[in-house]
T-cell receptor, first 117, second 112 residues
């Protein structure tokens, strides 16, 4: 079974600085998707960024980028120029690319990010 | 209007009561899901449905049941609520082949 581990329950960053959130996963699949979701105090789950495992290039979305290390099964999220609105719980998630379980998202336990002014 | 809606947004109930959480979507997706979120545990899958006639248990289905009344509606029921079912519940939808999941706003349920 796939597992997703976020080893940092909490992180903090100063406004305008850069922070990196860690995620590791375990799978026997070769093709899969990895995601970072943001959950602000409003509770809404918001997709931040997606990475396809078959793509070597790291995904980027504005100030958000990932460092995807397939061999190490590592998928970290870097937030540059942190803003107060980035304060949220961040979840790393895994989904198989194909096959009978390709619908299922497996989540990590989350990292609570605080942004200090 | 939101693509995935959940009602109620907050609910407080007592042990032993039956309660239903409802989810509606306007995205036209066939696949719908119910997740539960507990502090420090992330989101865990309770039930999922690939279409109106296809309903499946997730990893933590004990104590819950579901009904897929239509393509757009998927309800989660607690037949006899207990305090450890106090949690935040999310509905989500997706469509193959990409299967990207879109989440509702969540329902915070408290069982006293």
């Amino acid at each position: 079974a796939q597992t997703v581990t976020q080893s940092q329950p909490e992180m903090s960053v100063q406004e305008a600085e850069t922070v990196t959130l860690s995620c590791t996963y375990d799978t026997s699949e070769s093709d899969y998707y990895l995601f970072w979701y943001k959950q602000p105090p409003s509770r809404q789950m918001i997709l931040v960024i997606r990475q396809e495992a078959y793509k070597q290039q790291n995904a980027t979305e504005n100030r958000f980028s990932v460092n995807f290390q397939k061999a190490a099964k590592s998928f970290s999220l870097k937030i540059s120029d942190s803003q107060l609105g980035d304060a949220a719980m961040y979840f790393c998630a895994y989904r198989a690319y194909s096959g009978g379980s390709n619908y299922k998202l497996t989540f990590g336990k989350g990292t609570l990010l605080t942004v200090n002014p | 209007d939101a693509d995935v809606t959940q009602t109620p947004r907050n609910r407080i109930t007592k042990t032993g009561k039956r309660i239903m959480l409802e989810c509606s979507q306007t995205k036209g997706h066939d696949r719908m899901y119910w997740y539960r979120q507990d502090p420090g545990l992330g989101l865990r899958l309770i039930y999922y449905s690939f279409d109106v006639k296809d309903i499946n248990k997730g990893e933590i289905s004990d104590g819950y049941s579901v009904s897929r009344q239509a393509q757009a509606k998927f309800s989660l029921s607690l037949e006899s609520a207990i305090p450890n079912q106090t949690a935040l519940y999310f509905c989500a939808t997706s469509d193959p082949p990409l299967n990207e999941q879109f989440f509702g706003p969540g329902t915070r349920l408290t069982v006293l």
